[in-house]
């Protein structure tokens, strides 16, 4: 080898070895330069990514599409999982798992279009194709079947898609009863399935034609430590919560973060690493403040499902409104999209 061909050959083995090493700095960081976490929080994948091809899309209901999502050995998943779909922006957003737990070659996901949303559900309506790779994290379940003698499900809309998978579990083992929701009848997906369930009982209210559900009915006479899992609109959730029996159990699943009875305050954050304080005003998030002086602050979901946007907690007490966090990560950090201070100031890791 000619003294100049060496020189060429270890000048791009240097620069092949500085492309790794900055790569590797900023998947420890990804708020590099700033100085990087022990254990790395901030923007950390909540589970290994997988990436799955489109091999369904398809028209379950009107303004329902359904995705069937083709893998090789997937991980396992339990009735109430759910997906991060990485969409083609960029954007995470998190849909139910509605298909056969037992199936590991697939998984399967409906979503509804949302056209005052932002910007998710279009992206999968009109941009995801058959044939299209994407990339998705998880299964992850924080709506678990709970084991219980006797079971109440209540969906609203969309709402059917977790609930979906629970009822074919439970149907010929436990004693069950199932209120159904929508707008119509057409907007509904999955009907003619619910329908050939076995060993329950299905109400199927579309509300152009029978008006609200009647949730009194719906309580009535349910045995004692029944399970009640509901998914759907914050107000079907309320409702059910006001007529919750004695001695029944409620298991919820939201569509968005939950809120405080209280309201929003303004507080101060003070992020301690980059020696800078931000103001968040009462009609803002900590995500919107911090992102103002740190432009390159992770996060996805704006929502609290995704864990993106993940941060150390040094002071302060936290407002937890996700819907994430397990009771131990709550004991030193909060997901700065949705959660707040409960005082007048909280320090962040940043």
């Not at 109440?152 to 439970?170: Q, Y």
Request: glycine share 10%.
């Amino acid at each position: 080898m000619t003294p100049r061909l060496r020189t060429v050959v270890a000048v791009a083995g240097a620069a092949l070895l500085a492309r790794r090493a900055l790569r590797r700095r900023i998947e420890v960081s990804p708020l590099w330069p700033l100085p990087a976490l022990e254990e790395p929080i901030s923007g950390r994948p909540r589970s290994r990514a997988l990436r799955l091809l489109v091999t369904r899309h398809e028209r379950v209901a009107d303004e329902v599409v359904q995705l069937r999502l083709e893998g090789h050995d997937l991980p396992r998943w339990e009735p109430g999982a759910h997906l991060d779909l990485v969409l083609p922006s960029g954007l995470v957003r998190q849909y139910s798992l509605c298909g056969d737990p037992e199936d590991i070659s697939s998984y399967t996901v409906a979503t509804r279009l949302v056209e005052d949303g932002r910007g998710g559900s279009r992206e999968v309506h009109e941009q995801l194709r058959e044939g299209m790779e994407v990339e998705v994290r998880g299964p992850r379940n924080r709506f678990p079947l709970a084991p219980a003698p006797a079971y109440v499900f209540v969906a609203g809309g969309i709402g059917i898609t977790p609930i979906l998978p629970m009822l074919r579990a439970v149907q010929d083992r436990a004693e069950w009863r199932l209120l159904y929701g929508g707008r119509t009848r057409a907007s509904m997906p999955f009907l003619e399935e619910i329908g050939k369930l076995r060993g329950g009982r299905v109400t199927v209210v579309a509300e152009d034609e029978d008006g609200r559900p009647d949730l009194d009915a719906l309580f009535a006479d349910v045995p004692a430590g029944a399970a009640v899992h509901c998914c759907g609109p914050e107000g079907l959730m309320e409702a059910v919560g006001r007529r919750l029996p004695d001695g029944a159990a409620l298991h919820l699943e939201r569509f968005t973060p939950s809120t405080s009875a209280e309201g929003n305050g303004a507080f101060e954050v003070e992020l301690r690493r980059s020696g800078r304080t931000v103001s968040v005003a009462a009609d803002t998030t900590v995500l919107a403040a911090v992102r103002a002086e740190l432009p390159d602050t992770a996060y996805s979901c704006e929502q609290g499902f995704c864990g993106t946007c993940q941060q150390r907690v040094l002071e302060g007490e936290i407002e937890h409104r996700d819907e994430l966090l397990t009771d131990t990560e709550r004991g030193d950090s909060m997901l700065i999209c949705v959660s707040r201070a409960l005082g007048d100031r909280i320090v962040l890791d940043m």
